[in-house]
C-alpha cells in the first residue's frame, strides 16, 4: 500500500530549487527513492513506498533548511544530500554551510560541501602538516588555498608558498621557456587559479611582488627553513620518498603545511614508490599529522565526474583481477608441469 506524506512548506522559492529547472532536481529525486513527488494545492505530497517517504521526508528538511541559509540546491548537493539520507547517517547536509572558511574576491562563502572536506578542514586547523589524498574535483587543493588565505588575513602567517614536484610527461623544468617564474608557473595554474579566485588578481599580485606569496619547484625547498608560513604542496603524488621526507623536514617555528595528491595519477617515472603513499604509511600514527582520505563521495563538480572515478575504480579492480587470475594459472600450470616430470 502506498503511503502519502503532504509536508507543511508552503515556500514558493525552496519549492523552484527542489524541482529545479524542467523539474530536473525531483526527478533525480524520484528516480533515487523510487517514489513520486507532486505539488498539490501549494504542499509538497510524497507518494510511494512507507520507508522511502520518510527518507524522503528526512531530505525534504535538510534541503528546506539548505535554501533558508542562503543555498542554492544543485545536483551534486542533492546527490550528496539523498546518499546521506539513505546511508542513514545522523550529519546533515545543512550543518556544514555554517563552516565558513572566509569569503572569495566577489564575497562569495568559501565551507566545505561534504563530510570527507569539513573532516579535512578540520585536520588543518588541528595540527601543523595535513596530508590529503583525493581523487580529482574533491576540492582539496582549493580548501587548502582557502585555509591558507585565512590565515594570511588572520596574521597567524606572515607567508603562502606553493610548491609541487616538476614532473609531466617526461618534460623537466631545464627544457621549458623562460625564467624561474615561467617555468614553474604551468605547473601551479591550479594553485594560481584557487587564489585569484579567493583574494582576487589585484592583491594576489601585489602579495606576490611583495614576496608574501612565492611558487617555487619543490627541488628549490632543499635547505631552507620555513617560519611563520603556509605551505601547500599539490600534486605530491608525484614526490619521490627522498623529496617528500626532504619537505616536510622544511617545517618551521609557526608553520603549517598541507600536502594534497591523487594516488591514482602518478606519473614518476620507471618503479618508484610514490612519496605521498610511503609518507601516508610512515606518518599515520605520528602525533601532530592529520591524514585525510577523500573519495568520489566528495566530488564537488559536474555529478557525471563521480561516475567517471567510480567506473575507472571498477575497470581497474576488474584488470586487477584478471591479472591476478592470469598470475595464478601460470603458477598452476608450472607446479603441474613439475609434478608431471
Known amino acids: 500500500m502506498l503511503e502519502q506524506k503532504k509536508l507543511e512548506i508552503h515556500d514558493e522559492a525552496f519549492q523552484r530549487e527542489l524541482f529545479g529547472n524542467f523539474d530536473k532536481n525531483i526527478k533525480m529525486i524520484e528516480e533515487q527513492f523510487g517514489i513520486h513527488v507532486v505539488l498539490r494545492d501549494g504542499n509538497v505530497v510524497l507518494?510511494?513506498?512507507?520507508?522511502?517517504?520518510?527518507?524522503?521526508?528526512?531530505?525534504m528538511h535538510d534541503l528546506f533548511k539548505l535554501v533558508q541559509k542562503g543555498e542554492k540546491l544543485s545536483p551534486q548537493t542533492i546527490y550528496y544530500s539523498m546518499d546521506l539520507v539513505s546511508t542513514k547517517s545522523e550529519e546533515k547536509l545543512s550543518d556544514l554551510s555554517d563552516d565558513v572558511i572566509v569569503l572569495s574576491a566577489k564575497g562569495n562563502p568559501i565551507k566545505p560541501k561534504t563530510l570527507?572536506?569539513?573532516?579535512?578542514?578540520?585536520?588543518?586547523?588541528?595540527?601543523?602538516?595535513?596530508?590529503?589524498?583525493?581523487?580529482?574535483?574533491?576540492?582539496?587543493?582549493?580548501?587548502?588555498?582557502a585555509?591558507?588565505?585565512?590565515?594570511?588575513k588572520r596574521e597567524e602567517i606572515s607567508r603562502i608558498i606553493l610548491t609541487r614536484p616538476a614532473v609531466e610527461a617526461g618534460e623537466s623544468l631545464g627544457?621549458?621557456?623562460?625564467?624561474?617564474?615561467?617555468?614553474?608557473?604551468?605547473?601551479?595554474?591550479?594553485?594560481?587559479?584557487?587564489?585569484?579566485?579567493i583574494m582576487g588578481?589585484?592583491?594576489?599580485?601585489k602579495y606576490m611582488e611583495r614576496g608574501m606569496i612565492e611558487v617555487a619547484p619543490l627541488a628549490y625547498m632543499r635547505g631552507r627553513t620555513l617560519d611563520n608560513s603556509f605551505i601547500i604542496l599539490d600534486e605530491a603524488q608525484n614526490t619521490t620518498q627522498e623529496q617528500m621526507?626532504?619537505?616536510l623536514t622544511r617545517l618551521g617555528f609557526g608553520s603549517k603545511a598541507v600536502v594534497t595528491g591523487d594516488v591514482t595519477q602518478i606519473d614518476l617515472p620507471g618503479v618508484k614508490k610514490s612519496g605521498l603513499i610511503h609518507a601516508t604509511e610512515v606518518l599515520k600514527d605520528v602525533k601532530g599529522i592529520g591524514?585525510?582520505?577523500?573519495?568520489?563521495?566528495?566530488?564537488?563538480?559536474?555529478?557525471?565526474?563521480?561516475?567517471?572515478?567510480?567506473?575507472?575504480?571498477?575497470?581497474?579492480?576488474?584488470?586487477?583481477?584478471?591479472?591476478?587470475?592470469k598470475q595464478a594459472n601460470k603458477s598452476n600450470a608450472f607446479k603441474n608441469k613439475r609434478g608431471g616430470q
Open 116 to 145: 570527507g572536506q569539513k573532516e579535512y578542514i578540520s585536520n588543518i586547523r588541528n595540527n601543523d602538516i595535513t596530508v590529503c589524498i583525493g581523487p580529482a574535483g574533491t576540492g582539496k587543493t582549493y580548501l587548502a588555498v
Open 47 to 59: 507518494i510511494g513506498d512507507k520507508t522511502q517517504v520518510e527518507n524522503a521526508e528526512r531530505l
Open 147 to 152: 585555509m591558507a588565505v585565512m590565515a594570511f
Open 245 to 247: 621526507k626532504m619537505f
Open 291 to 325: 591524514i585525510s582520505a577523500l573519495n568520489e563521495k566528495d566530488v564537488v563538480r559536474h555529478e557525471l565526474v563521480q561516475r567517471i572515478i567510480k567506473a575507472y575504480e571498477k575497470h581497474e579492480k576488474k584488470v586487477a583481477f584478471k591479472e591476478q587470475e
Open 175 to 197: 627544457f621549458l621557456p623562460g625564467d624561474l617564474k615561467d617555468k614553474v608557473d604551468p605547473y601551479l595554474r591550479p594553485l594560481y587559479d584557487a587564489l585569484f579566485d
Open 201 to 205: 588578481a589585484d592583491k594576489f599580485a
